[in-house]
């Protein structure tokens, strides 16, 4: 194999068996009671509901899907997954890094972590559109990847919150929306740059919606904020389609 594959593939071995343990799945603390808590369903405005977070593990099965492909001999001297690999690889033990990090209880840390894999994702991401790509590297590569950019973006709206409430001042509704409409409007941007978008704002859409849940029917309260989510919602979903409406037929890899 080439030092690209075995990157990827190591590198998403360790992290998945890596933020399974670390996210207390098999014993130890969970992510949502670390850090004081900061990071829990009902922490802030803008916290995803508890049953949001099981997307981690349709994310992680893609992302092995991914490692597992491109590690495939046909597959060594790629050059669309040669551009990418080792953004891919950073991203997987940055992920690992703010499982750890959030552990630890170091918040601000966390977001800067959670920021910096934002940026990778988003600069792995605009590689891939930058190559055609064939529709079975499209549900391979470009689908988990996608999946994986738009949960982040999500997750780092929520991380943001958390840190501010928890170390600055109470996150209020104008703040809450704020960051709600920011991760909406990057997300339905990404997933409009790119034929596989439709993961994104589908990943996306789907913590959008569980905040709305939490706030429209749990603790803390917040009927404003339910509804703009919703308006989230039906955004995401909007770009969603219209990614996959889009004509651009893949070149053959």
Not at 3 to 24: E, F, K, M
Not at 92 to 100: D, E, K, R, V
Request: charged share 10%; hydrophobic share 60%.
């Amino acid at each position: 194999m080439s030092p690209r594959q075995v990157a990827v593939l190591l590198s998403a071995i360790v992290a998945v068996v890596g933020s399974t343990l670390g996210s207390g799945a098999f014993g130890g603390t969970p992510i949502d009671q670390a850090a004081g808590g900061a990071l829990d369903a009902d922490a802030t405005l803008i916290a995803p509901a508890g049953p949001a977070f099981s997307i981690w593990g349709l994310i992680y099965a893609a992302l092995l899907l991914l490692a597992v492909v491109q590690a495939l001999p046909s597959r060594r001297h790629d050059a669309r997954l040669d551009a990418v690999g080792w953004w891919v690889a950073a991203s997987l033990l940055l992920n690992l890094a703010w499982i750890a990090v959030v552990q630890g209880g170091w918040l601000l840390l966390s977001l800067v972590v959670i920021a910096a894999l934002t940026v990778v994702l988003v600069r792995t991401w605009a590689l891939l559109r930058e190559r055609a790509a064939s529709r079975a590297q499209l549900l391979t590569v470009d689908v988990p990847l996608g999946l994986y950019l738009g949960w982040v973006v999500a997750a780092t709206a929520a991380n943001a919150a958390a840190y501010v409430d928890a170390e600055l001042f109470d996150v209020e509704v104008p703040y809450a929306l704020l960051l709600l409409v920011v991760a909406t409007g990057l997300s339905a941007g990404l997933a409009l740059a790119h034929r596989a978008g439709a993961a994104v704002a589908g990943a996306t859409a789907w913590g959008a919606a569980w905040i709305a849940y939490g706030r429209l029917t749990g603790e803390p309260a917040s009927e404003v904020v339910g509804l703009v989510a919703i308006g989230a919602v039906v955004v995401l979903l909007v770009a969603g389609v219209v990614s996959l409406l889009r004509t651009r037929s893949p070149a053959v890899a």
